[in-house]
């Protein structure tokens, strides 16, 4: 078991710039704004509808790719999740109360929480019609999914508890980073051992 968790903390891959450059973007965007002057809570709100852009914006592709069903038409099946999404962002600039859009990321957790629930009972259900022995059969990467938005979640609501923006900015960032850690490790841990070299 030793030599197991040795062997997946030593193939966690490392970082991407697609990964990293958003969060040292956004941080460095925040003190600019607030070195220069500007409202923390305004520049808070700004820097957090951007980033909830741009995630949006990347993971658009692989939406896309999910929803791709003969006889569908991708882009109308996209068209209510974007603008709810502009929906919010306008909400929240509107608003400008950086604790509003906190607690849409805690509202997020909770969300694919709930998703992972359901896609576990459901593969259960799959699993229980040709196999009865389903109770010993698991879900490992839908549970690592539940066990990261939990994290987040707690990690979330301790920054916001702590009222300070400085604290929440830094604080999630350092996360952001050691959640990549903490995911890869799970991952490989729970691969057969023939899949973590594939």
Do not use: D, K, P
């Given at each position: 078991m030793?030599?197991?968790?040795i062997e997946a903390l030593a193939s966690v891959p490392p970082l991407r710039p697609a990964t990293i450059v958003p969060i040292v973007v956004m941080v460095?965007?925040?003190?600019?704004?607030?070195?220069?002057?500007?409202s923390p809570e305004r520049a808070f709100v700004t820097v957090m509808v951007l980033g909830q852009s741009f995630a949006i914006w990347r993971s658009l592709p692989r939406a896309a790719h999910a929803l791709s069903r003969p006889g569908r038409d991708r882009t109308n099946m996209l068209v209510w999740p974007v603008v709810g999404m502009v929906a919010l962002?306008?909400?929240q600039i509107v608003i400008c109360e950086p604790v509003f859009s906190q607690r849409l990321l805690s509202a997020g957790c909770i969300f694919v929480l709930v998703v992972m629930a359901l896609g576990m009972r459901r593969e259960r259900q799959v699993l229980a019609r040709v196999d009865n022995r389903v109770d010993a059969r698991k879900v490992p990467l839908l549970r690592i999914n539940a066990l990261v938005a939990a994290l987040t979640l707690v990690v979330n609501e301790s920054l916001i508890a702590a009222e300070e923006l400085v604290v929440w900015v830094a604080g999630m960032a350092l996360f952001a980073v050691a959640v990549h850690g903490?995911?890869?490790?799970?991952?490989l841990l729970v691969l057969p051992a023939e899949d973590s070299h594939a």
């Open positions: 030793s030599s197991r968790i460095s965007l925040w003190t600019m704004c607030v070195q220069a002057g500007g962002a306008a909400a903490l995911y890869w490790f799970m991952v």
